[in-house]
């Protein structure tokens, strides 16, 4: 998803030029994380934000990425969000900020880490979370990093309280479901969506058949195979709407239809609470 990308921005124009600057004459400082008990921290992506948001003092936090102010690609409270002051992601943004730490990552372009290091602004680079296991280590590694490994530890048992609840019955069947995003893309295997699913009661339909992850299921093929149910990804004005909307899945008289918000899909920590709570209520409508 365009979120999960890099933040780049600073790369166009003239960015490398100024950031060479700035890495020239600027000297390199000693991190600051040995002489404060609490490092004050900047986030580069929506996932480390909703994490950074739940285990950080609010004044530890000096900005998030700007995709959590947007609707569209915020996996928190946008309002929550919107308390903190945002980025772009670009090196400028983030020096002016003097952070303690930098939370970043694995997309992170080798320019713009060889300028925190020159900086000397410590960065973590935090993989995207594959399934629940991820997140958990996750959790830990960005509470550990602010300071508060106890907050960690609860918001664990919060997302393991959530699972719980919305597993399903012993011995019921799982539900074929299809994930669909805008476009018809699915998700495959080694998801986090998938491990929520399997957790939740569902079987992942597109990777049951072979398909990986940002395969496009075409509506046709949709139509000659269908699903028990269709999940679609989508928020209220994206496309999904008239995926959802479109007449010839009406003729599905054994496919049932819901919606999923796309910001349930990628994320791990505190988002996990929220998709396993759509899940079940979902597999309860069944």
Same mark, same amino acid.
């Given at each position: 998803m365009s979120f999960l990308t890099p933040l780049a921005l600073w790369r166009?124009?003239?960015?490398?030029?100024? $950031?060479?600057?700035?890495? !020239?004459?600027? +000297?390199? &400082?000693?991190?600051?994380?040995? #002489? =404060? %008990?609490h490092p004050a921290i900047v986030s580069l992506?929506?996932?480390?934000?909703?994490?950074?948001?739940?285990?950080?003092?609010?004044?530890?936090?000096?900005?998030?990425?700007?995709?959590?102010?947007?609707?569209?690609?915020?996996?928190?409270?946008v309002a929550l969000a919107r308390r903190f002051p945002a980025t772009r992601g670009?090196?400028?943004?983030?020096?002016?900020?003097?952070?303690?730490?930098?939370?970043?990552?694995?997309?992170?372009?080798?320019?713009?880490?060889?300028?925190?290091?020159? $900086?000397?602004?410590?960065? !973590?680079?935090? +993989?995207? &979370?594959?399934?629940?296991?991820? #997140? =958990? %280590?996750?959790?830990?590694?960005?509470?550990?990093?602010?300071?508060?490994?106890?907050?960690?530890?609860?918001l664990v048992a919060r997302i393991d309280a959530a699972l719980a609840a919305a597993a399903p019955p012993?011995?019921?069947?799982?539900?074929?479901?299809?994930?669909?995003?805008?476009?018809?893309?699915?998700?495959?295997?080694?998801t986090l969506i998938a491990d929520l699913l399997r957790r939740t009661g569902f079987a992942s339909f597109s990777a049951a058949r072979g398909m990986r992850q940002a395969d496009v299921l075409p509506l046709e093929r949709m139509l000659a195979d269908p699903p028990r149910l269709i999940l679609v990804a989508s928020d209220a004005h994206g496309d999904g709407d008239r995926l959802l909307q479109h007449p010839a899945l009406a003729a599905l008289a054994g496919t049932r239809r819901e919606t999923l918000a796309p910001g349930l899909l990628y994320c791990g920590g505190p988002t996990i609470v929220r998709a396993a709570a759509r899940l079940r209520q979902v597999r309860a409508s069944l």
């Open positions: 166009r124009g003239g960015g490398l030029a100024l $950031l060479a600057c700035l890495s !020239a004459c600027a +000297p390199a &400082a000693p991190s600051p994380l040995v #002489s =404060r %008990a992506n929506p996932c480390s934000d909703a994490i950074l948001a739940e285990v950080a003092d609010p004044g530890q936090v000096l900005a998030l990425s700007h995709y959590s102010r947007d609707p569209r690609s915020s996996s928190m409270d670009t090196v400028e943004e983030v020096l002016a900020l003097h952070p303690d730490l930098v939370l970043g990552d694995t997309f992170l372009g080798p320019a713009a880490r060889a300028a925190y290091d020159r $900086l000397g602004i410590p960065v !973590a680079q935090l +993989p995207i &979370a594959m399934n629940v296991a991820d #997140s =958990r %280590a996750q959790v830990r590694r960005i509470a550990a990093l602010a300071g508060h490994p106890e907050r960690g530890e609860r012993p011995g019921a069947a799982p539900v074929p479901t299809v994930v669909w995003q805008s476009g018809g893309i699915v998700p495959g295997e080694g």
